[in-house]
Structures are given as C-alpha cells and as structure tokens.
C-alpha cells in the first residue's frame, strides 16, 4: 500500500514529468559534477559496524521525525560520530526531502553519499550524479528487470554505486542475476511498513560472498545490530534522526556504549 501510494505520487509529480525533457540537462550537470566518491569501499573500511547514517525529515508511517532539520549541521554531526556514509532521501511528498539537502549534506562533510529516493527511469541516474549523489538505490519492488539492469549499468557507467534493495527471496531471485556489487536488504516491509530484521538474516545468507551487505531499517540498539554480524554496514535513519545528540548516538551505536539509542 505504501510503495504503491509514493509510485504513483512520483510519477504524478511535475518534477518526474518534466524530467525526460531534461535528460540532455542532467547529462552536462553529471558530468561536471566532479570526482564521485567511492561508496562501496566506504562500508567496507573501518571497524565493524559501519553505518550509513540517514537524513529525513519525515516517513510516511511515522509522520514527521525532525521538522527544524538541518542537512548540513546533521551531516557534521553524522561525521563527528563515525558514520562511514550518508544516506539522503530527496522524495519531497512523503518524506519531505528535496535535492538541496543532499547537496547541502554532501558539501558539508568528505563522507559518500547515496541518494534515497524511488526511482523509476534511467535519467533518473542522471539527474542522481547531477545533484552530487555518489550512490543510488534501486528498489528491486519498484522496477522491472528491464529498467534495474539499465540503471545499475548506467549507475556503474558514471562511476556511481548501485545500493540495489530487496525485501523478499522473489526479489532477491529477480535481483541476482545482475550480479549486483552492494545489495540493501530492507527489514521493513513496503506494503505494510512493518520491520522484521530477521528478514536480513534469511536473505543475507544467500548472497555471495563478494556481494556487499547492507541491512535497512529498525535499529535503535547495539544489541541489534550484534544479532547480524555477517552484514557489512547498517542503514540507520529515524533513531538518529530524533536523537538530541545525533554524534552521541550514533557512537553508542557504533561502540556499544550502552545498549540503546535514546530517541
């Protein structure tokens, strides 16, 4: 229901439908964009856990997480405690982003950022390196075979990374032939918006072994995290968000300084 509902508004929107008129635009802005930095190595240099720590205002099933964000104040914070990257969502209706704040957070800090957004058509990858993202994600759910092969190659072609997400053993079928670098495993489900972590558990273990994993959604405790050691880095997004201190956080998360996140 969920997924469904963010589709259709994107598709709806002026942006989305001005945006094939653009393509030659966001074709010069990509590359003049400069130098891309290199996401996948990020989640996997450094001490385990390595997080991908998320900006976001808001979600569509917990309304609004921080009204008085600021990308770049919270990207130097993300960087003071030790995420390995961020993770930006630029969808304006339901999570109120925009293109701005990932610009804003990627000038603030030296970290790589993947641009969170749902995508749907090839310029999209585009507009993404465009916009300064040096990742995107692929919603496995949201595409067809066709359109995620041509915008993993084209990711891969301007020198981005491909996070390509799953939520069940259909996708993750749909999705292995790609031979996809990274691959995001959402504990929440897009239908109903429910977390069940052991989903990274189940679909984790099928992955090969070069395959970078990165396990989404529903972590406020370092005890958590703990409970999927085979994964690389952990997407963390609303137990940050609406921490007082976001650094102090996301360092008892990384350290196991206590056992939970105060959010």
Known sequence: ????????????????????ARQREFEQAAAAAGPVRDFAAA?????????IAEIKRSSPSRGV???????????????AGGAC???????????????????SARQAVELPVLRKDFLLEPWEIY???????DAVLLIVAALSDELLAEMQSLARKLG????VEVHDEAELERALPL???????????????????????KLGARLPPAVVRVSESGFFSRLELEELPEMDAFLVGESLVTAEDPALALRRLREGQENSVEA
Not at 65 to 79: F, I, T, V
Not at 96 to 102: F, I, K, N, P, V
């Open 85 to 103: 990257a961020l993770s930006v969502l630029t969808e304006t209706e339901h999570f109120q982003g925009h293109s701005a704040d990932l610009k």
């Open 1 to 20: 229901m969920y997924l469904e509902k963010i589709l259709n508004t994107r598709r709806q929107s002026s942006e989305f439908q001005s945006g094939p």
């Open 65 to 79: 997480l921080n009204r008085s964000l600021d990308p770049a104040d919270l990207a130097r914070r993300y960087a």
């Open 43 to 51: 989640l996997k240099a450094g001490p385990w856990p390595r997080i």
């Open 179 to 201: 031979s996809p670098s990274l691959v995001g495993i959402n504990n929440r489900n897009l239908t109903s918006f429910q977390v069940d972590r052991k989903i990274s558990q």
């Open 160 to 163: 981005m990374a491909a996070l």
């Open 127 to 133: 507009a993404s390196r465009a916009m300064g993202a």
